[in-house]
């Protein structure tokens, strides 16, 4: 028996022993079930030593979007919420907005006609409270007969009249009210994408309109947003008039079941879609621009319509891992203000091992490579951070661009994999050189698409927050986000008294960091995108792909236990491996062993993937944590 598959410091063999794909774990489980029941008060006191371990922590305090009935992560998940096509699929955070982008594939659209309208559905129905037009986005996108993938930045960008100390005293206005609201990029992102990779064969008012339709004629309120609503309504951020959409006679929001109505964004989505571009939105002059700057400077912003005419997507071939595990695949990932570095870095590490060996999900030795990699992204994705679009200075583009080509060399992974130990961590977060602890936006979508001519989209969007800065224009019907929340805050220090980061202070018209990490799994030998994959759930995106990538290419798990495991995310500060529950004491235990803190936590991410197996479509959304339904034909 080999050091990787022996019970080692309290780990299991398995995965955990509540996983049943074996015959053995099958036996154990049984076992376990027993000794339950027959020492149930003797078990009771060993969990709850368990659980009062200096090193071990819970978290109780589910994010909105949670729904406890749905009962989170599983190491036996239905396969009922998969999607087996033969024409193409699309997995996103809504059945309704992945049906419709199904629609438009059969209608002979590209993937990435069917990601336009998948994410316009997103932002406007049962997921509004996460993304939507008043938010930004990054995109990874590939055509058939392109050897290069490409990387459309959308993100956000601070206004005009931001700078570096604007909300020093008054540090929580980044995060609710008009001071936290950036230009929205996401429109113009998508229409970048329909003109870059589109299948010319649809217009843009043909891929607006049918979202404008949906919310003028009404859809039904799903849970997610029932609970959003009410979380919203309950910390006071829902004015009565600014909301009225979202509340009923009776003044309370609505609840699951009952239909709502947008006719304000309706009318605005109208107004793009016949426009035939983004011009409508982004016109200084125009009633979108004008409307939104008013509403931001009513509740305290420093938005212009000027700001909206400065706007400019980045677009950038994508980062590339070649060579990736012993098939020689290629992972194309998003660049620009993301994660993708810290992706592409993590990556690289992992790929340092032998992937034939590490074949053991939740196992000793794979868990414990996978965890010290997370930490050393962590420490990538401090150091990143934004120069501006309008940027000329040479010196400052070039050191940017080097230390991105440190993260990124081979020198970096190996240097990094030698300094991981199969058995224990380094001392200290310090001995991984981080600049400074991340922000933690919060909420998010993701959606990938793939068709048969060999398309294939990923998209995270986002407006950060819960409903993003919490203001509302009911005249153009678009929430605004507040991603200034996501910059660095010269006077905001973390819990371990870590200064920001320069990468990421505020600047006029310069991006706040993401850790959007969106990714395409290419086979060079099949000429084909393998995988669509990308996350939601802020810091946690990148990790969350990360071990999705791992469990797919590494594990070999199918694309249904790859999202519905229970998953891990190390950060590096706070310096804690969260793990997803249903825990197990000895995997925990094992953990500790090595020189972990432990936090055992609700589920904080969602991923949504398709996987092309031999030519057949596999489209998996995370039903289990965020009801996501994919769609396929």
Request: include cysteine; hydrophobic fraction near 35%.
């Amino acid at each position: 028996m080999t050091d990787e598959t022996q019970p080692l410091l309290g780990f299991t063999s398995s995965r955990l022993t509540w996983k049943s794909n074996t015959n053995k774990i099958k036996k154990n489980f049984l076992i376990t079930l027993s000794l339950i029941t027959i020492f149930g008060l003797l078990f009771t006191t060993f969990h709850l030593k368990q659980t009062t371990h200096p090193h071990h922590r819970f978290d109780t305090n589910p994010p909105a979007h949670v729904i406890p009935e749905l009962g989170g992560p599983t190491w036996t998940p239905s396969h009922n919420t998969s999607i087996k096509a033969t024409h193409g699929a699309v997995a996103s955070d809504s059945k309704l907005c992945s049906d419709l982008g199904i629609s438009i594939l059969q209608k002979g659209g590209f993937a990435a006609d069917a990601a336009v309208v998948t994410c316009l559905c997103i932002g406007a129905t049962n997921t509004m409270f996460s993304s939507g037009i008043g938010g930004g986005g990054f995109i990874t996108t590939k055509r058939f007969d392109d050897p290069i993938a490409l990387s459309i930045d959308a993100r956000e960008m601070a206004p005009g009249k931001a700078h570096r100390d604007m909300f020093e005293g008054v540090e929580h206005l980044a995060q609710k009210g008009g001071l936290a609201v950036a230009i929205p990029g996401e429109l113009k992102g998508l229409y970048t994408l329909f003109e870059k990779h589109g299948s010319g064969k649809l217009s843009w008012e043909e891929l607006v309109m049918p979202v404008a339709d949906i919310v003028r004629d009404g859809f039904v309120v799903d849970k997610l947003l029932e609970r959003a609503f009410l979380r919203a309504q309950e910390s006071g951020e829902l004015d009565p008039f600014d909301w009225k959409f979202a509340i009923n006679g009776d003044g309370v929001t609505l609840k699951a079941g009952e239909v709502i109505k947008r006719p304000a964004l309706a009318k605005t989505l109208t107004e793009i879609a016949r426009n035939g571009s983004d011009a409508v939105f982004y016109d200084p002059k125009g009633r979108i621009a004008k409307s939104l700057s008013e509403k931001a400077k009513q509740y305290g912003g420093i938005l212009t319509p000027e700001d909206f005419g400065k706007y400019q997507v980045k677009v950038e071939e994508a980062l590339v891992v070649d060579d990736f595990t012993s098939k020689n695949l290629t992972v194309f990932v998003v660049n620009g203000a993301s994660s993708g570095v810290s992706l592409a870095a993590g990556l690289k590490i992992l790929n340092k091992f032998n992937d034939v060996e590490m074949k053991d999900d939740f196992g000793p030795i794979d868990s414990q490579r996978l965890i010290e990699t997370m930490k050393w992204m962590g420490s990538v994705r401090s150091h990143l951070g934004d120069i501006g679009i309008y940027n000329d200075n040479r010196t400052a583009i070039n050191e940017h661009n080097d230390l991105y080509d440190h993260f990124l060399s081979d020198k970096y992974a190996n240097e990094v994999r030698n300094k991981i130990d199969d058995y224990k961590t380094l001392p200290s977060w310090r001995d991984y050189n981080p600049a400074y602890e991340p922000n933690d936006p919060k909420g998010t979508s993701s959606l990938s698409v793939i068709d048969n001519h060999g398309n294939a989209v990923s998209i995270t969007t986002t407006v950060n927050l819960l409903f993003g800065s919490g203001v509302h224009d009911p005249e153009t019907g678009i929430i605004l986000n507040d991603e200034m929340d996501d910059f660095s805050l010269p006077t905001a220090k973390n819990a371990f008294d870590i200064e920001p980061s320069h990468f990421n202070y505020i600047h006029p018209y310069r991006r706040p960091l993401s850790s959007s990490s969106q990714s395409l799994v290419f086979d060079p030998e099949k000429g084909k995108v393998v995988m669509a994959i990308g996350a939601a759930g802020g810091s946690r995106i990148t990790t969350a792909v990360l071990q999705g990538i791992v469990r797919s290419f590494y594990y070999g798990l199918d694309l249904v236990d790859t999202i519905a495991f229970p998953r891990l995310h190390h950060q590096l500060l706070p310096n804690v491996v969260y793990v997803e529950g249903p825990e197990d004491p000895d995997f925990i235990r094992g953990l500790i062993e090595r020189g972990h803190e432990v936090e055992t936590i609700l589920p904080m991410s969602t991923l949504n993937a398709v996987k092309v197996v031999n030519g057949t479509f596999y489209a998996q959304s995370d039903y289990w944590r965020k009801l996501g339904r994919a769609s396929g034909y």
